[in-house]
């Protein structure tokens, strides 16, 4: 734990390091050497057609997929074979899935409370009192005594949110939140997104959101076939970009 | 990408990637818990095995083979040895005994339940009911209760007199058995067979050309029929030419002497070699798959994991076929052997008579046992329960699965075939049958192999199969283990046997789906 | 009628689906059974055919002279409990009064929300008026006999029977039944007119009223008992042995028990803790029925002040101290070394003893085992005092069950036990069965999680063992156990035979579970997985709290499936020399000649034997086919 504390008190500013990450699939490679750094508070948008590594990328900030080569460090913590540290991290990080991936057995409620009350050791009632609290930010309280499968699909990802945020996550990771949504409930879960992000979350969004990318991002990062082709503020990137490749992506979807 | 990188090694590059002790690391972690297991698991059998061996010393029990080879001078009630020389040969009548069972069982339980099956979907109440009635009560009472109520009833039956017969004397029925007619093998079968074989190959061919036409000209050409006269003209003209054949005696005769001289530690090196071959070629084609344009890729620790079982798996074989059992080796030379001259003796002299023959049963006397032979196709009291039990309490499963799957077809297929101009009987051949029997087939599978595990329960009621006189050699030598492990070996080879085929038809019933 | 309520309270209760309206009579027999003339034809050859079966089933049942149904009747006794002492038969009764009570007390507790419509119920007494009247019309002739009593016989040898009247004539008591069935069909049907269709009855009541009306015929019918003469030929039965009339009393405390424990268990439904509270006795209720009422064990008191309780005190205290360290959530990974030390001291009890380092009572070594368990847990319960106190009381309350229970099994036996086990009959097939399935369903469990674990080896271990035992028949597994297990076990262990069937059992039926559990695990999406890893859910919690559930839910309607079958595939213990009911039918009964004389009556018994089989696998698949249903219709 010393090292990875020293680490930590020098770099405070830097909540994820990513240094060369590789990651391969059988003989096909994922990631080809990503490197990138996001600041505390800082909101980043990852942008890039499909099968361009974006998904893999964050998913292998909280180790869903163990990356091969290169390092990742989160708040301080490296992700590695220990599994102290991929337990740190992965409470330390909340993740939010395209599919919402509500646990259908359990209440909105107990979807919220669960991993406080068996990861953080949390006592029931304080979890489900800021369960409610969380439920209330998002905006569905009333839902609480349901089942996913009885909540429209804008409501269950806004549960998925609250869901991530009961763990006290310092970096929020969304994987497309909005892909799998009808047109008329994207908004109320960007709602959301943009209101966390205002509140001073740190942020990694992969979507195909382009305004929401324009209107919030502090920096937006284009991958393509497993490398970061171009990095910038939204501004540079939708009015300026200056590689090739992110031209031809901007003209085919603007 | 200029004054945009954000790319900061600087705190990175300052600090080694620290390795977590062993105790945290994931990997280390993961085998050691594996490893764990496959210790207490193994050790848990060396206990064991060691304990019984003691006990079985201590009882002057000795865990080998040998009652296979001695003559154990028990009768077997019916079979194809009703006096087997050695313990082998009489589990050997008990395998056969067991297949003929469990071959007969599945055509008639196919034919039932398909037939029961459909009933069981009729539109018509009273054929819906009586269909739905047999299948209730045939699957909740246990198949041995049933065949014990057959075999009671069976066995209760009369004397077995002249008046025994029914349908005008096709067949006879008493406490002794049933007898029907019979259609046999005769001398000349093996060499007609030559014909029928040539026929087969012909009749593919010409199948093949067939349905080519049909495709590249849309002319009808009965491609099936024409297999069939194929086969038919080489049936018939094989009748009456096959003693041709007569000279591959000889030739047979010749391969099983040579067979003969091939020396045990040829044959040992020979089947080393093909385990030490597979093995290398498994890794070899293992490690080909992981290649990548960039070289090797690194391998995960369940690759490793991967290899080494391969490796140890031909170690073992090896180690098994060169020191635990040569005798394997000896085995396989005498039965290439024994099945070569087996052949030249069926082709040999006087083998030239009729294919086939029929014949009615007839009874010798009033009370005489039949016998299996000449008297017609006899079934005992015994086989008669058996078949009855395992066949129609199969058959109440099979209807199930085949309603089940016609159902599984969603009712848009039938819909769109009568959209598309299809009358009813070739949607149904068309289209519904084909997805209802993907659907049923695995589970067909299954009950299949439940059929041939349900005929184990011969014992019960004194029919010889393969358990029934393992259990007699059993008593007679007290080698249970032995046995025990005859027993299982036969019937994982049969399960397999099972999977295998169905497996071939899923996968080309799935082939024909994309 | 109390329990009689209409469909207006009912829908409150329960969704119903609405019942098809019902076609005239003459239009439903035109579209059902003579739509065309190809249809009308099979209904004739069909009817045909369920007439002559039904008529055979009937007459070989009951008109034969070969059957004699005292076979089963007095014997009834020897079918269900076999061997055990008749002294202390009470205990049998015990038994059965504690599995009903708890039984009411759930029926209570639960209040599952069945109903059956009145239309349903008539049609049932119609139906059953109609088959019975059927099946006393379908009687054959009477035989006739000669003046010495012998039958008559005609020149082919068959047996000479009298006019149809005069067969009719001995069924006069089913033609009585059979009217009063209809009588009381009709009386419902029309008695409630266009009501039939909306009035409910709960099938709680309604069971509970047919299980009074079977148990108040005990009073009014004789069944078995009956005086014969010794010099008319006619058999007279053994008092003894007569069931039916010593039983009525007995059954009737039975009937009462369940009704009030029902009651009981409706009064109290609002208090807490007593749902988990039942169940945790239904699984003790095996354990305890079988060590403590039927085997009637010896304790040695004085064993257990000086050596029971002291072990059990040592065990409690620092057992718990040690746990209650353990749940303390600061305690990181010195607690899971900790729990693994526990696991290896465990594990070395056992080895030490298989060496011949050290004695140690059997009890010491499953404490150390159930220690270490309780420890390897230990972090899932780590919290606030209040729940690190329920852990400690948890592992109390059950190294108490476990210490009382081997106190009890190393206890001798009181019966008087005339064969080498009290076991047998349908008592036996019950307890194999439930034994079976309360072990061979975590162990099915444990299996499919190995094999479709990521790690290879226990893929290896699982799939060789399922495959293996699902390739084999269960009568050599049970010839294996049978005649291997005792040469296996180490000196001074020793297992009964019918323990050793049950082990064959309980290994036969996991592997089979498991391949259901694993169809269910296998519906489990991935992302499901990847969310519990993504909020930091342990393996063990993401198994146990997310994925375990589902798949649970997925594979009842399977698990039900394979219960039936296990129940069935107990009938098996009959050929390896176990007293069941089916070897006492095929076996014991048909041997009997005193005191009354059964000699070759096999056929009764055998087709009692199937309808016990057919009532209890009948049931489970209905049931079974309605949780699907309702699973089903839940899911979508």
Excluded at chain 3, 165 to 180: C, E, K, P, Q, Y
Aim: with cysteine; charged share 15%; net charge neutral.
């Amino acid at each position: 734990m010393t090292d990875a504390m020293t680490l930590h008190a020098s770099s405070t500013a830097e909540m994820i390091v990513c240094d060369a990450v590789d990651k391969w699939y059988g003989d096909f490679q994922a990631l080809k050497g990503v490197s990138a750094t996001i600041a505390e508070r800082e909101v980043v948008v990852v942008l890039g057609p499909s099968g361009s590594g974006k998904s893999t990328w964050i998913r292998c900030i909280n180790r869903l997929e163990a990356h091969q080569g290169g390092r990742i460090v989160v708040d301080g913590v490296e992700l590695t074979n220990d599994t102290r540290n991929i337990e740190k991290i992965r409470s330390e990080v909340g993740m939010v899935f395209q599919q919402f991936n509500l646990f259908p057995h359990l209440t909105v409620l107990d979807n919220i409370t669960l991993a406080p009350r068996w990861v953080r050791k949390v006592p029931k009632a304080d979890a489900e009192a800021k369960a409610m609290e969380l439920l209330e930010t998002v905006g569905i309280p009333e839902q609480a005594e349901k089942f996913p499968g009885q909540l429209s699909g804008g409501q269950q990802q806004r549960v998925a949110i609250a869901r991530a945020l009961a763990m006290e996550p310092r970096v929020m990771l969304f994987d497309e939140p909005t892909s799998a949504l009808d047109p008329e409930m994207i908004k109320e879960v960007l709602d959301v997104m943009k209101g966390l992000a205002r509140s001073g979350m740190t942020m990694i969004v992969v979507t195909h959101e382009m305004g929401f990318a324009r209107e919030v991002a502090d920096r937006i990062i284009f991958m393509e076939s497993g490398e970061i082709v171009e990095v910038g503020t939204p501004e540079h990137f939708f009015t300026n970009p200056t590689e090739d490749r992110t031209k031809l992506f901007l003209s085919q979807i603007l | 990408m200029g004054e945009q990188r954000v790319t900061s090694t600087s705190t990175l590059a300052s600090t080694q990637a620290t390795k977590p002790p062993w105790y945290r690391d994931t990997t280390i972690v993961k085998w050691f818990a594996q490893v764990a297991a496959l210790v207490l698991v193994v050790g848990a059998l060396a206990f064991l095995a060691i304990v019984g061996g003691d006990n079985l010393e201590a009882k002057d029990i000795a865990t080998d083979f040998d009652f296979l080879n001695i003559n154990q001078g028990f009768d077997i009630s019916e079979g194809i040895d009703s006096d087997p020389d050695t313990g082998g040969r009489a589990l050997w009548v008990g395998i056969v005994n067991t297949l003929r069972l469990a071959v007969a069982g599945m055509f008639v339980a196919t034919i039932l339940g398909v037939l029961i099956g459909v009933a069981r979907l009729s539109q018509n109440w009273m054929v819906n009911k009586a269909a739905s009635a047999y299948i209730e009560t045939l699957r909740n009472i246990p198949v041995i209760v049933q065949i014990f109520i057959y075999a009671a009833v069976l066995g209760g039956l009369g004397r077995l007199t002249a008046d025994s017969d029914f349908l005008w004397g096709l067949g006879y029925i008493s406490a002794k058995g049933v007898s029907l007619p019979r259609v046999f093998v005769a001398d000349g079968f093996y060499q007609w067979a030559v014909f029928l074989v040539i026929g087969s190959v012909v009749g593919f061919f010409v199948h093949r050309n067939r349905v080519r036409l049909q495709e590249s000209t849309g002319r009808i050409t009965y491609p099936n029929l024409w297999a069939l006269g194929v086969l038919t003209a080489f049936a018939i003209v094989g009748w009456f030419a096959h003693p041709m054949w007569g000279f591959l005696s000889g030739v047979f005769g010749s391969i099983g002497d040579a067979w003969d001289s091939i020396p045990q530690i040829l044959m040992q090196l020979l089947l080393s070699a093909l385990v030490v071959f597979s093995a290398a070629s498994w890794i070899r084609r293992f490690l080909d798959s992981k290649r990548t344009p960039a070289g090797l890729a690194k391998l995960t620790d369940d690759d490793i994991f991967r290899i080494i079982f391969a490796g140890v798996g031909g170690v073992i074989g090896l180690l098994f076929l060169m020191v635990l059992w040569p005798g394997l080796s000896s085995w396989i030379v005498n039965s290439g052997s024994d099945f070569w001259h087996f052949l030249a003796d069926k082709f040999g002299d006087g083998r030239s008579g009729q294919p086939v023959d029929a014949m009615m049963p007839t009874i010798e006397g009033e009370g005489t046992l039949l016998k299996y032979g000449p008297q017609g196709l006899t079934m005992t009291v015994g086989f008669a329960a058996m078949f009855l039990g395992v066949t129609l309490y199969t058959a109440a499963f099979i209807a199930e699965i085949v309603r089940g799957g016609i159902l599984a077809v969603p009712k848009g297929q039938s819909e769109a075939a009568s959209a598309i101009g299809l009358n009813r009987a070739q949607s149904l051949r068309q289209v519904i049958l084909p997805q209802a029997f993907r659907v049923s087939l695995p589970p067909l599978g299954n009950q299949y192999l439940n059929l041939t595990k349900n005929t184990s329960l011969g014992i019960a009621v004194g029919y010889a199969d393969v358990v029934s006189i393992g259990n007699t050699l059993l008593n007679q030598s007290g080698k249970a283990l032995s046995v025990i492990a005859l027993w299982m070996l036969f019937y994982l080879a049969c399960s397999l046997s099972i999977s295998v085929v169905v497996n071939w038809f899923n996968v080309r019933m799935k082939i024909v789906e994309r | 009628m109390s329990g009689m309520i209409t469909v207006e309270e009912a829908e409150e209760v329960v969704a119903l689906p609405p019942e098809q309206p019902s076609l005239p009579p003459g239009e439903w027999i035109r579209k059902n059974l003579f739509s065309s003339i190809g249809n009308g034809v099979l209904t004739v050859l069909f009817a045909l055919l369920l007439v002559f079966a039904f008529r055979g089933l009937v007459n070989f049942a009951f008109e034969n002279p070969e059957r004699d149904w005292d076979a089963v009747r007095a014997n009834l006794r020897l079918y269900m409990t076999f061997a055990y002492p008749l002294d202390q038969y009470v205990r049998v009764w015990v038994s059965l009064g504690i599995v009903l009570s708890l039984s009411g007390l759930s029926a209570g507790l639960w209040s599952p929300d069945g109903y059956v419509s009145a239309r349903r119920i008539s049609t049932w007494f119609l139906g059953g008026g109609a088959v019975l009247l059927a099946a006393a019309l379908a009687v054959q002739g009477q035989l006739q006999r000669d003046e010495n009593g012998e039958f008559l016989i005609d020149e082919d040898l068959e047996l000479i029977r009298g006019s149809w009247a005069s067969g009719l004539g001995s069924r006069i008591s089913w033609f009585a039944l059979a009217a009063i069935l209809i009588g009381a069909g009709a009386a419902i049907w029309f008695g409630l007119g266009d009501r039939r269709r909306n009035t409910f009855v709960r099938t709680v009541n309604l069971t509970y009223a047919g299980f009074g009306v079977i148990v108040g015929s005990l009073w009014v019918v004789r069944y078995g008992h009956y005086n014969g003469s010794p010099a008319e030929g006619t058999h007279y039965a053994d008092p003894d042995s007569l069931v039916a009339m010593s039983t009525r009393l007995p059954w009737t405390v039975m009937w009462v028990l369940l009704g009030v424990s029902y009651f009981v268990g409706k009064a109290v439904r609002g208090w807490p803790l007593l749902k988990p509270l039942a169940l945790t006795f239904w699984g003790l209720l095996p354990f305890f029925v079988f060590w403590v009422v039927l085997r009637d064990p010896d304790i040695d008191w004085a064993h257990v002040w000086t050596t029971d309780l002291p072990m059990y005190l040592a065990f409690a205290v620092i057992g718990g101290a040690v746990l209650f360290t353990l749940t303390n959530p600061s305690l990181g990974e010195i607690g899971r070394a900790l729990a693994f030390v526990l696991l290896l001291v465990a594990v070395f009890t056992f080895v030490g003893g298989f060496f011949g380092w050290f004695s140690m009572l059997q009890k010491a070594r499953l404490s150390f085992v159930f220690l270490a368990a309780f420890a390897l847990v230990a972090n899932n319960f780590a919290g606030e005092f209040a729940k690190r106190r329920t852990f400690v009381i948890g592992w109390l309350l059950t190294l108490g069950v476990m210490h009382y229970f081997v106190t009890l099994i190393n206890s001798a036996s009181t019966l008087n036990i005339r064969s080498d086990s009290f076991l047998g009959g349908f008592m036996f097939t019950i307890f194999a069965a439930v034994f079976g399935l309360m072990f061979s369903f975590p162990l099915g469990v444990l299996l499919a999680l190995a094999r479709t674990s990521s790690l290879p080896i226990f893929r290896l271990l699982a799939t060789t063992f399922i495959e293996v035992v699902r390739g084999i028949p269960f009568i050599t597994v049970l010839f294996f156990f049978s005649i291997m297990l005792p040469l296996f076990l180490p000196e001074g262990m020793e297992v009964a035979e019918h323990g050793a069937v049950i082990v064959g059992l309980v290994l036969f039926s996991s592997a089979y579970l498991a391949e259901n559990v694993r169809g269910g695990l296998q519906s489990v999406r991935r992302g499901q997985y990847e969310a519990a890893d993504a909020t930091g859910l342990t393996t063990a919690q993401r198994t146990g709290l997310i994925v375990l559930p589902q798949a649970l839910r997925v594979s009842i309607p399977p698990l039900v499936g394979q219960t039936i079958s296990s129940y069935k595939e107990t009938s098996l213990f009959a050929i390896v020399g176990i007293f069941d009911f089916l070897r006492i039918a095929n076996n014991v009964v048909p041997n009997q000649s005193s005191p009354i004389n059964f000699v070759g009556h096999k056929r009764e018994g055998l087709l009692f034997v199937s309808l016990i089989y057919w009532i209890g696998s009948y049931a489970m698949s209905k049931y079974s086919q309605k949780l699907e249903k309702k699973l089903g219709v839940g899911s979508r």
